[in-house]
């Protein structure tokens, strides 16, 4: 079997937001407890959405002093930017000649930010999920926290491995550097393990304050949408005073957040940020109005972010600590790509 590793990247463009904190980078903090962990700031992705950015470089460093800012630990785990491993870029090479056009081609991401003109998106927009699954697998990661937005893209980062271990199977027998592993009731000779996606909570998906139905996302154009990581307090509570809400009153049970997706995505962040179930939330707010409970939700969000905001800013000022951790990490990251890189070369034949 595979020796549990955890691995997940955050890219980065624009503003962290909320859903950015509680769909992934809260979950990179609680399993630091007790896993192998590597977290990226995903750089080449960047590229694949818009190819000029006035200052890549500031904005890798404010992924990276989130993280930090956040409860990681860059010395017992890796805290690194993709860019500074080139193993990440090769491997991506070798899956993009064992994923199928058509698998890309189904991918609800790509449809949505290539939007009406496909055939003018970057070809690396069509391939993300392709250097996706070699972010993780060039490390043989085996479980990867995203929020609930990154699940077909976790499917097909299995699909691919799947494929490259039956395809190459006697190749990997004969290099002597697989793994006996399952696959279907099938039991094979595999190199790469097919991830577990690490999507749960209260709030797998944060939506827009705008509107319940599209997720909170750094593209929105409305401010208003999300709350950003560097949100002072006044703009957090500010926000979620105009957020949208119905006429009603909460309910006191799950069952009345049906077909309330506002309501809903309140009672989410709420129970995500006090780390409760949204049943408990609602056995406490049930039968209030958002008049008292938007205020409780500012204050229990300024609560979590604040301290983190702060941080974020400290080592924003003085940038040589983050370069420092990111060169490190760099290092060590790519010792490990290295060795898994070697072997996939020996694997292909190359
Ligand atoms: P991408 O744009 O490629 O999805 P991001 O850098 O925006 O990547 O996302 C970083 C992480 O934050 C991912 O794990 C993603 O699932 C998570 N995330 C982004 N938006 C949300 C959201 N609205 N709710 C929950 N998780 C989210
Ligand atoms: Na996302």
Request: proline letters at 5%.
């Amino acid at each position: 079997t595979f020796k549990p590793l955890v691995f997940s990247g955050v890219q980065p463009t624009g503003n962290l937001h909320l859903g950015n904190y509680l769909g992934a980078i809260r979950k990179f903090v609680a399993l630091q407890e007790n896993n192998d962990c590597i977290y990226c700031v995903v750089d080449l992705h960047a590229i694949t959405a818009q190819l000029v950015h006035d200052d890549l470089r500031g904005q890798i460093r404010s992924i990276a002093a989130a993280f930090i800012a956040s409860g990681i630990d860059p010395k017992k785990h890796i805290v690194f930017n993709q860019s500074a491993v080139p193993q990440h870029a090769e491997l991506a090479w070798v899956f993009n000649c064992v994923a199928r056009i058509g698998w890309m081609n189904r991918m609800t991401q790509f449809k949505d930010k290539a939007g009406k003109d496909r055939e003018n998106a970057s070809l690396g927009l069509l391939a993300y999920p392709s250097l996706m699954a070699a972010d993780i697998l060039v490390y043989r990661a085996t479980h990867v926290p995203v929020g609930d937005d990154q699940k077909q893209h976790l499917e097909l980062a299995r699909d691919i491995a799947q494929k490259f271990n039956i395809d190459f199977q006697e190749k990997i027998r004969a290099a002597g550097t697989g793994v006996d592993m399952v696959v279907g009731e099938e039991p094979i000779h595999g190199f790469f393990p097919l991830v577990e996606p690490l999507i749960d909570g209260p709030a797998p998906r944060v939506m827009s304050l705008r509107d319940g139905t599209k997720k909170m996302s750094k593209s929105d154009p409305s401010d208003l949408s999300r709350i950003n990581l560097m949100d002072d307090p006044e703009e957090i509570a500010k926000k979620i005073r105009k957020a949208k809400t119905d006429p009603e009153g909460l309910p006191s049970e799950l069952e009345g957040l049906k077909g309330r997706p506002e309501a809903d995505n309140l009672v989410g962040i709420y129970a995500a940020l006090a780390d409760r179930t949204k049943a408990d939330v609602l056995a406490e707010y049930g039968g209030q109005q958002f008049s008292v409970f938007k205020p409780a939700l500012a204050d229990l969000a300024v609560h979590v972010l604040s301290p983190i905001t702060s941080e974020m800013r400290r080592l924003m000022d003085d940038t040589t600590h983050i370069d420092a951790i990111l060169k490190d990490g760099g290092e060590r990251a790519r010792a490990r790509a290295e060795k898994v890189m070697g072997d996939v070369f020996d694997i292909v034949g190359f």
